[in-house]
């Protein structure tokens, strides 16, 4: 059951379940205040982020109403990553910054619960298990291309505002944000998808040291390239100028970026030397890998690596879904499609 879910999400959820095997789970969308099951129907009642909506009254009451005799509210009020990888403590960093790692301070959070004559208890849980991310050339560029496209990308808003799309249109700030999000993203999404899946069609992995000396010069020469657009289109310089924009007074405090973009052109093309290389050379002498390198959960990753003619050697059954990651109890940090679930 779904409390209070847009159209959007409950369409989000029921994808969800088709995915898990549970189509055939119903699926209800309904305000909290008024739940469609009888009294006494569930055992317990879980809310994940929570809203304020669960601590109003008439919301308290309608779920002790739905709770049978001794029946449980599970509120997670609170977690953490606990991955100590350089993208987890970031991605910690951004829900603490953003205030929504932290438990309410004092009891008054509490009270609304008491007055609904819930037993009120707070458990703090250890983590029994992390999943931890590493920094590999394939996510250092999947990285790099959801930055360009939802950080700069962002920048894009100016241009849909009357107020300021009256002076950045058609300028070259229309140039840096189109292109910071067309190229970075199609480009770095590219070199992801080549790292990751090398050691399948090739039977060997990429070289490691060469992919973060492909990445990190391309991901700086890329923003030496595009960033200036930004100063240049605030300055008013117009696009589509022969010139670049040198018979306008307006446009010579500016100017010189444009040697600073060339530079940036001519040492991102020069980055991709690594890439090339390492493509090539790790063809013939490339660590080995396994069938399995990255520990994915995925179906390719059951073919042999390189695969024989038809993928599979016998044709794979699926048990799971495809993101089972750090599941509860169990005893390694992935579990893939095939693998049948334990009775």
Same mark, same amino acid.
């Given at each position: ?14 994808k ?12 209800v ?12 129907a ?48 970031f991605?910690?960093w ?8 932290e ?36 996510l ?67 070289s ?14 890329? #923003? ?7 100063v ?11 010139d670049?924009?040198?018979i306008?007074?307006?446009?010579q405090?500016?100017?010189?970026? #444009?040697?600073?973009?060339s530079?940036?052109?001519w ?10 290389? #390492? ?21 390719e ?32 940090d992935?579990?893939?499609? #095939? ?5």
């Amino acid at each position: 059951m779904g409390l209070d879910l847009s159209p959007h999400m409950s369409r989000l959820a029921r994808k969800r379940l088709r995915r898990l095997g549970l189509a055939g789970l119903p699926l209800v969308r309904a305000p909290a205040q008024e739940l469609p099951f009888a009294a006494n129907a569930f055992d317990s009642v879980v809310a994940t982020f929570p809203t304020p909506f669960i601590v109003q009254p008439d919301t308290l009451a309608e779920i002790a109403r739905v709770l049978r005799p001794a029946g449980r509210l599970v509120i997670v009020a609170g977690a953490r990553l606990t991955g100590r990888d350089p993208l987890s403590r970031f991605v910690e960093w951004l829900y603490r910054l953003t205030g929504q790692r932290e438990i309410p301070a004092g009891d008054t959070w509490l009270e609304p619960f008491a007055q609904a004559g819930f037993s009120v208890r707070v458990v703090l849980v250890d983590p029994k298990f992390s999943g931890n991310l590493g920094m590999t050339a394939r996510l250092d560029d999947a990285i790099g291309r959801h930055w360009a496209a939802m950080g700069i990308g962002s920048l894009s808003l100016p241009l849909g505002l009357t107020a300021t799309d009256i002076h950045l249109h058609d300028t070259y700030y229309v140039i840096g944000h189109f292109h910071y999000v067309v190229a970075p993203g199609t480009i770095f999404a590219l070199f992801a998808g080549v790292y990751y899946w090398f050691p399948k069609a090739t039977g060997r992995k990429m070289s490691e040291f060469l992919g973060k000396l492909h990445f990190w010069p391309s991901l700086i020469f890329m #923003n030496v390239i595009f960033m200036p657009m930004f100063v240049q289109g605030l300055a008013g310089v117009s696009r589509r100028l022969y010139d670049g924009g040198q018979i306008y007074a307006h446009a010579q405090p500016v100017l010189s970026l #444009n040697k600073m973009m060339s530079f940036g052109a001519w040492g991102l093309a020069i980055a991709q030397i690594p890439f090339i290389i #390492n493509f090539f050379m790790s063809i013939k002498t490339g660590e080995k890998a396994s069938d399995n390198p990255w520990d994915a959960t995925t179906l390719e990753w059951v073919a042999p690596s390189p695969p024989p003619h038809g993928n599979f050697v016998t044709a794979p059954v699926v048990y799971r879904g495809a993101y089972e990651y750090s599941v509860p109890g169990e005893g390694k940090d992935f579990i893939p499609q #095939n693998q049948p679930a334990e009775v």
